[in-house]
Nanobody
């Protein structure tokens, strides 16, 4: 099964940008749907975006629509999450996962088991 690793998190000021990466090994990423999730302290893990493997169709939660962009570079076996206009409510540990159904990206329970998850990357938004 493909393994995924997140990177690119860090500290950014409100209104700033970060680009997260989800790099795969042990398989070809374009065969998989990739979801991005985040979990803030004391909150449940939430799905925020997904890109399908077969046709590249993308999905976004309302909370990030218009600010975040998911994309994939199959040559690099990597999926990106470009995050612009970061807000004070965006800080969390961000995770990517492979193999779930994009149509259910907002339902963590559907993605929780039997998928390949990374360990997460911390995003902090502070002035």
């Amino acid at each position: 099964q493909v393994q995924v690793v997140e990177s690119g998190g860090g500290l950014v000021q409100p209104g700033g940008s970060l680009r997260l990466s989800c790099a795969a090994s042990g398989g070809t990423l374009d065969n998989y749907a990739i979801g991005w999730f985040r979990q803030a302290p004391g909150k449940e893990r939430e799905g925020i975006s997904c890109v399908r493997g077969n046709d590249g169709m993308t999905y976004y939660a309302d909370s990030v629509k218009g600010r975040f962009t998911i994309s994939r570079d199959n040559a690099k076996n990597t999926v990106y999450l470009q995050m612009n206009s970061l807000k004070p409510e965006d800080p969390a540990v961000y995770y990517c996962a492979a193999g779930g159904p994009c149509g259910w990206y907002s339902d963590y329970d559907v993605w929780a088991n039997g998928r390949s998850w990374g360990r997460g990357t911390q995003v902090t938004v502070s002035s």
